[in-house]
């Protein structure tokens, strides 16, 4: 059956590539890519001669259709994006849905994925968390965004531009609280790859502090908010019970 197979390319290092990812893009018969000027590099390392073709959610329905006319004709295509998996804050979802909607198979390839990356590095609970993709960009609907998530008890992540970075963190820390826990994860698989876990208020005042750490991509992860904290803490409860049988 013709196979629409979305393919994860590396995050930064170009040894994330997997092994099965190059075999399929050396024998479909067509590369859908985000930006086919950015991809070819990577192609060229792996000595994949494949034809590309540039693939938006926007695209016009012409680009969408010639690569379902392809399938169509019996033949597989893979789809791939700048960096990291498909579909992950990245092109796909359109393309993805039209080849189910014509019965196509779709395969998707395991591999590199910011978001997994960072959150198995990061030392926040990770038995269940909410992705949500790029906070906003400007600061009013970000607060807006952040406030309605201060009692989310899931662990939160997101992506953010590097230019960025510090407003969010600042934001963050004035929405969550300054000692709401936060990771940055910065740079994963390359050489300056930092993944940092602090008090939202250090975090910020850490990067404020250091340009460096505001250049690079990186991930934000946010700890859930614990119910706990509302009530009180255990040893304060015991005080009360001492007191309690001490008074009249
Ligand atoms: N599809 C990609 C994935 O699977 O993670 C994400 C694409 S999204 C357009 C790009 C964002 O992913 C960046 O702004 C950053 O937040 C995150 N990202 C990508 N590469 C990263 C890296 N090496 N280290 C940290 N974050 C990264």
Avoid at 155 to 166: G, K, N, Q
Avoid at 228 to 239: A, F, M, N, S, W
Wanted: net charge negative.
């Amino acid at each position: 059956t013709p196979t629409l197979y979305i393919v994860p390319t590396p995050l930064g290092n170009l040894a994330d590539m997997v092994p099965r990812g190059i075999e399929v893009l050396q024998t479909v018969a067509r590369i859908a890519a985000e930006d086919t000027r950015r991809s070819a590099p990577l192609l060229a390392h792996f000595g994949i001669d494949t034809p590309m073709s540039a693939y938006h959610d926007h695209s016009d329905r012409q680009a969408t259709s010639r690569l379902l006319d392809i399938m169509r004709s019996g033949e597989s295509i893979a789809l791939i994006s700048d960096a990291g998996t498909p579909l992950i804050s990245d092109p796909g979802f359109r393309l993805v849905d039209a080849a189910l909607t014509e019965g196509f198979r779709v395969c998707p390839i395991p591999g590199p994925c910011a978001l997994v990356a960072a959150l198995s590095a990061a030392g926040l609970p990770s038995d269940r968390f909410s992705f949500e993709g790029f906070l906003p960009a400007k600061s009013q609907a970000r607060k807006t965004l952040l406030n309605a998530l201060v009692k989310e008890e899931r662990t939160l992540i997101f992506y953010e531009a590097p230019h960025r970075v510090l407003e969010c963190l600042d934001d963050i820390a004035t929405c969550m609280g300054d000692d709401r826990r936060v990771v940055l994860a910065r740079e994963i698989s390359k050489l300056y790859e930092t993944i940092v876990r602090m008090p939202a208020g250090q975090l910020r005042d850490w990067v404020a502090a250091d340009r460096n750490q505001q250049r690079g991509e990186c991930v934000v992860l946010i700890e859930g908010y614990h119910a706990q904290r509302d009530v009180l803490d255990p040893e304060v409860i015991k005080g009360f019970d001492i007191l309690r049988e001490e008074l009249p």
